[in-house]
Structure formats: structure tokens, C-alpha cells
């Protein structure tokens, strides 16, 4: 039961096969286990390529199986295809097409398999590349809200500075009117005279506005820190709605990228394996010897193909014959008095008939 599968699956007349040598029907045998299990791993590398897609078992079960399906279909029509030749270079020209079809199918099976062999290492690479992107993302962000924030905090220092600047002053005029008093300072007598209570109204006078200028100002710096407050608040906002966006930088495209940063070495030897895997078939095809099923399906093709040429002969000589029979049968009918008088009648009636349809029809016009 499995032979024969694997018989069908060589693309092989298994009506033949069951007449040819043993050694045979296993060559057959392998070739078709050949293309079969190929059929398979394309199966798992497709199911897995759309895993990492679509992120859904269901889906991706589905598609590897129409892919795998269509690889099995193809490998199956590149061996079955290949006619066994007196000579190996038109049995080589022959697979050429073919092998080239071959290699094409067996970079696309192996790419995401070597996905899944060197899955640890590529998560290694998109966690650096996630690290480096958030990071770039932060940066460029920080780079949109700086200038407002700065801005916004240039305005709350500047508000701050004006009332440090007050309130040296308002120091300095104390300072003044107790050194006057002191005698310290000023007219150097002791007691609070004239000039000490100009100096205290002068003091007194900057204090009041001092007091007004730090009620304004922390009003205007309560709303300017709200405003900063909302800037920072929008900036981590848009910091957090892009991140998932990085986290989830975990593609196929992203995952071949990521393969290709890692050693070529090992990549290559899966391709290499894949191209064996694939070519397989084809090579064992074109390299093994004329056998008796390759010696049987020519005889059958060439039976088939004499048929077919009889029958076109045949019918091309029955032709002929009809064609060479008519020409003499109208010939003779041609020197044939009766029938020369019958069509003669005919004629004469038709041209009758002519004349009196159109004089009638001449006879409406004019009325």
C-alpha cells in the first residue's frame, strides 16, 4: 500500500511499474518517498511562516496545506515529466527548466524552517533591534514636546527670577532703614528721625507690591506648571500608545531581517541541505540508468504514436479518395442533357419572377 503511494507519488505508470524488476519499482519507490516527505517539510515551513503571520494555529494549518499541496503537485510534475534519453546532456538540458524550478522551491521551503532553528538567536537580535528603536522612539518624541516645555519652563523661571528680584530689593531697603536707625548707615544718628520714616514708607510701599507680585505669580506659575504638567503627561502618552507598536516588531520580514545579521554559515548549510532534498528526485531521475520502465513507457509511447500516425495517414487517404470521387461525379454530371434543361427552366422562371417583383414594387413607388 505504501509502495504504491509512493509509486504515485513519483509521477509513475504504476500499471508499468507493476510489470518492471523489483529494483524498479524501489528506485520509483524512493523517488516518489522523495517528493513526498519534501511536500511535508514545505507543509511545516509555510505552517509556520503564516504562524508567525497571522498568529492563528487554524489559519495557518490551512494555508501549509495548500502550500504544501501545490509543492508536492510540482515536484510530482518536474519528475514524472523527465523522459529517460540515449544521452545524458538532452536528459540534462531536459531537467534544466526543472532543476532551476527545483532550486526556486527549495529557498522558499528552507527559509522558514532556519526562522524556527535559529529562533533563539533571532529573538536575541529584535530584542537589541526593540531596545534601539523604543530608545530612538523616546528620543524623537522628546524631541516634539522639548521645545514647549522648555519653553513653557523658561517662562516659569523668568516669573521666579522677577520675584527673587523683588525680594532683594525689599531686603536691601530693610537693610537701609534699620542701618538708619542703627546710625550705621545713612545720616549716622541714632533714632528713627526723617529719613528713617522715609526709608521704612519706601520699604514698606515695595513690600506691599512685592506681596501683590507673589500672589500674580504663583497664579501665573500654578497655570504654567499646569500646562507643563499636561505637556509631560502627552509626552509619555504618546511614548506608551507607540510602544506597542515596537513590542510587537515581531514579523516574518522583521524575523528574516533579523536572520540575516547572524552568521551566513549556517543559513547556507540548511539551504544546501533543502537544494539536496529538492534536487534529489530530479538528479536521480536523470542520472540512473535506462531501466525496463523506462524501456517499457517508450515502447508504449512509441506504439501510441504509431497509432496516432496511422489513423492521420488513414484519414488523409480517405480524403483524398472522397475529393477525387467528386470532382468525377460532377464532372460526368456536367455533360448530362436532362439536367442542363432542368436548370435551364429553373433560371428562366427565377429572372421571371425578378422582373415581376420589381415592376410591381416600381408600380407602389409611382402610384
Known sequence: MIKKFFWMCSGADT????????????????????????????????????YTVFDNVYMAILFGLIWGSLIFNLDRFIVGTIKKRDSFWKEFLQASPRLVLALIIAIVI?????????????????????????????????????????RVEGEIKAIQDQVIAKEDEVNNLYDTYITEAEGTKGTMKLGKGPVYKEK???????????????ESSASKIAR???????????????????????????????????????????????????????????????????GAYDLNF????????VWVTQQKNQRASILETDTSLNEK??????????????KKQKAKDLLKLQSD???????????
Open 15 to 50: 500499471g508499468l511499474l507493476q510489470e518492471s524488476p523489483k529494483s524498479e519499482q524501489i528506485k520509483y519507490a524512493g523517488i516518489g518517498g522523495t517528493v513526498f516527505f519534501t511536500a511535508v517539510m514545505a507543509f511545516v515551513s509555510s505552517a509556520y511562516a503564516l
Open 329 to 342: 461525379v460532377y464532372y460526368d454530371m456536367a455533360k448530362d442533357e436532362e439536367i442542363y434543361e432542368y
Open 200 to 214: 521704612r514708607e519706601k520699604h514698606d510701599a515695595q513690600l506691599q507690591e512685592l506681596r501683590q507680585l507673589k
Open 357 to 367: 417583383t420589381f415592376y410591381k414594387k416600381q408600380s407602389d413607388v409611382l402610384g
Open 110 to 150: 528552507s527559509k522558514p524552517l532556519e526562522l524556527k532553528i535559529f529562533e533563539k538567536e533571532i529573538d536575541r537580535v529584535l530584542l537589541e533591534q526593540k531596545n534601539n528603536m523604543t530608545l530612538l522612539n523616546q528620543d524623537q518624541i522628546a524631541r516634539q514636546f522639548t521645545p514647549e516645555i522648555a
Open 298 to 305: 517508450e515502447e508504449q509511447e512509441d506504439a501510441l504514436k
Open 224 to 290: 504654567k506648571e499646569t500646562l507643563l504638567s499636561g505637556l509631560r503627561e502627552k509626552q509619555k502618552l504618546q511614548t506608551a500608545n507607540s510602544q506597542p507598536i515596537i513590542d510587537g516588531f515581531d514579523g516574518l520580514m522583521a524575523r528574516i531581517n533579523a536572520l540575516e545579521e547572524l552568521p551566513a554559515l549556517p543559513s547556507l548549510f540548511i539551504l544546501l541541505l533543502f537544494i539536496a532534498i529538492e534536487t534529489a528526485p530530479v538528479f536521480a531521475k536523470v542520472m540512473a540508468p535506462k
